[in-house]
């Protein structure tokens, strides 16, 4: 069975512009940390705007850095956008 969190890819990156290499991280930190607290939310399941409004708390919860908060969000919306089609580049 695949896991269900997408891979960070080369398409990712470049429809984000960023690294794949921020992406990499991103998902590795998610992984990682964001079911300490809760079930792992799938980043498709998730509207991207609403990532963004909870991320400062979940990275504070998680003992994230400013860095590695910015590498998760940019992967979960990375993610999202891959799995519906969106153009979602910051």
Same mark, same amino acid.
């Not at 590498?71 to 910051?90: F, K, Q, S």
């Given at each position: 069975?695949?896991?269900?969190? #997408? +891979?960070a890819?080369?398409?990712?990156?470049?429809? *984000?512009?960023?690294?794949? @290499?921020?992406?990499?991280?991103?998902? /590795?930190?998610?992984?990682?940390?964001?079911?300490?607290?809760?079930?792992?939310?799938?980043?498709?399941?998730?509207? #991207? +705007?609403?990532?963004?409004?909870?991320?400062?708390h *979940?990275?504070?919860?998680? @003992?994230?850095?400013?860095?590695?908060? /910015?590498?998760?969000?940019?992967?979960?919306?990375?993610?999202?956008?891959?799995?519906?089609?969106?153009?979602?580049?910051?």
């Amino acid at each position: 069975m695949s896991d269900p969190i #997408p +891979e960070a890819t080369p398409e990712m990156a470049l429809e *984000m512009g960023v690294e794949q @290499e921020q992406l990499a991280r991103g998902r /590795e930190m998610y992984l990682a940390n964001c079911n300490r607290c809760h079930n792992r939310v799938l980043p498709e399941t998730v509207d #991207p +705007e609403y990532w963004r409004g909870v991320m400062p708390h *979940m990275a504070r919860n998680a @003992e994230l850095s400013e860095s590695q908060q /910015e590498d998760v969000l940019i992967y979960l919306m990375a993610a999202h956008g891959t799995v519906h089609g969106l153009n979602l580049e910051h």
